[in-house]
């Protein structure tokens, strides 16, 4: 049980965001928005939704903002994530900070928006072999648009960008990424 599930009536929890960059389907330095995979239902419903969403109407059939304060992070589950992807992906340099209070009412979850657009991507991070914190975390993130740098059959590196290559090759990813990062800029 979490922290986020223990807070009652009159105690409005500190929620927390963690970020990071890592390599997804290839593409290196992607930001990454970490998530707790919980919905609503999944935690108490005793919280002071109130003073957690704005201008939150307990009739409303829209589950959306909840969802999303579901998904956000305890300062525990936080700090523990942030450690656990310094051991696990250094350079991925994790990031948390407060969420401020009240979020908007039109906020909605990373899985509902997944659910709803094209070009963005969702992905366990809980499945990972070694995987050891006591709750569930996904991982959300855009690829459109990004440039990817390929190891190609013959050991050499080429840019691509939306999955066309845009450049000859190089003989190291250093030399693809140096050509990219000054030409393309750091997309």
Avoid at 72 to 81: D, H
Avoid at 169 to 186: I, N, P, Q, T, Y
Wanted: net charge negative; glycine share 8%; proline share 6%.
């Amino acid at each position: 049980m979490s922290k986020i599930e223990t807070n009652t009536q009159a105690k409005v929890p500190e929620l927390f965001y963690v970020w990071s960059t890592g390599i997804v389907n290839g593409y290196y330095n992607v930001p990454i928005e970490w998530f707790a995979c919980r919905s609503h239902n999944g935690i108490t419903p005793d919280l002071p939704w109130s003073a957690l969403i704005e201008g939150y109407d307990p009739k409303a059939d829209k589950d959306y903002p909840k969802n999303a304060v579901a998904e956000m992070f305890t300062e525990f589950e936080a700090k523990a994530l942030v450690d656990y992807l310094e051991r696990t992906d250094p350079e991925g340099a994790p990031i948390m900070g407060a969420v401020k209070l009240p979020v908007p009412g039109w906020l909605i979850s990373m899985q509902d928006w997944s659910a709803m657009s094209d070009g963005r991507i969702i992905f366990s991070l809980s499945d990972n072999e070694g995987y050891s914190l006591p709750f569930s975390v996904g991982g959300y993130c855009r690829l459109a648009g990004r440039r990817l740098i390929r190891e190609e059959k013959s050991g050499e590196f080429a840019v691509y960008k939306d999955e066309t290559r845009i450049t000859t090759l190089f003989s190291d990813r250093g030399a693809a990424e140096a050509w990219a990062s000054k030409l393309l800029g750091g997309v």
